[in-house]
């Protein structure tokens, strides 16, 4: 009998597929985004090292006045500016854009868009 799969599962998938193609360099390197239920993430990676350069997230302590006044695309345009800006600081001035598996709609075009407003190019 046939086995749905579930909805992260599917992602998990779709993520893979797109990591075959998308890697982070030092001079370019990945902006990834997670998000959960509750909460949004977003991590600026060099995949060459290995390391997460900045990150931020709607748990950080830099936005918890903000988020009471928003709803769930609002906290992430607010996570894209902040993970921006300290990008910026970083000195990483061009990103490519990792959507994790998720469809690019919603909450995961509302970080990006969040980012570029702050000055990230991808």
Known sequence: MFKKRDRNEVR???HARVRKKISGTPEM???CVYRSNKYIYAQVIDDTKGITLVQASSLDPALK??????DKS???KLVGKLVAERAK???VE???FDRGGYVYTGRV???AAGAREAGLEF
């Open 94 to 96: 061009k990103v490519v």
């Open 74 to 76: 609002g906290e992430a």
């Open 65 to 70: 006045g903000q988020l009471d006044e928003v």
């Open 109 to 111: 075009a509302a970080l």
């Open 29 to 31: 390197p990945r902006l």
């Open 89 to 91: 600081q970083a000195g």
């Open 12 to 14: 998990a998938i779709r």
